[in-house]
Each structure stands twice: as C-alpha cells, then as structure tokens.
C-alpha cells in the first residue's frame, strides 16, 4: 500500500492550495480517506475525512474553507484549501481507512502560509 501526497507548498494568507494523495494497493473505492495535520510539538488532529459514499466531515477550524473531494477512477483524494491562515502551516498527512480494518498513512506534504 502506499500513498503519495502532494501539493503542499508556500502560499500567501487569503491564498489556496490544493493537496493530493495518490493511493495504490488498496480497493480504493471502498476506502474510507482522511486529511490530517500535525504542528511540531502537538498531536496529529483531522482536518476532515471523506468516506466510501462521498460524505464529508470537517474540522471546526477549516469548516467552509476546505474541501474534500475524491476521484475513484483516479485513486486520488483531494483537499482543497482556500483562505490558508498562518495557523494553518504544518504538515498535512493523508490517511486510508480499509474495510478490513486496516489504516495506511501517506508520507506528508508541508504547508506554509506567510502573513
């Protein structure tokens, strides 16, 4: 299994960028997939997760600035974030939820916004 996030990169306050995650060896269309982040010092939190269906859930933090989305046909979710605040630099993670119970994570992509 892997999966490779991309994306990530130095962007302005107001600004946005949009983050990928290629996923491989897993039956990607019935996994469940999530964005996550981590500041050095703290713990991992969700930023939002998109389930097998398309239903989306959200971080209170990013709730009407990000979205997540997700190509079956590409094996690819994605995580589009508009008006990135400096609170938002970190880095950002992706994660798969298999039926079998099994969770992968991707390598993580860095996100800085300057102010």
């Known amino acids: 299994v892997q999966l490779q996030a991309s994306g990530g990169g130095l962007v302005q306050a107001g600004g946005s960028l949009r983050l990928s995650c290629a996923a491989s060896?897993?039956?990607?269309?019935?996994?469940?997939m999530g964005w996550y982040r981590q500041a050095p010092g703290k713990q991992r939190e969700v930023v939002g997760t998109?389930?097998?269906?398309?239903?989306?859930n959200y971080a209170d933090s990013v709730k009407d600035r990000f979205t997540i989305s997700r190509d079956n046909a590409k094996n690819t979710v994605y995580l589009q974030m508009n008006s990135l605040k400096p609170e938002d630099s970190t880095v950002y993670y992706c994660?798969?939820?298999?039926?079998?119970?099994?969770?992968?994570w991707g390598q993580g992509t860095q996100v800085t916004v300057s102010s």
């Open positions: 060896g897993i039956i990607f269309s019935s996994t469940a």
């Open positions: 994660k798969a939820d298999t039926i079998f119970g099994n969770e992968y």
């Open positions: 998109i389930g097998r269906t398309g239903r989306t």
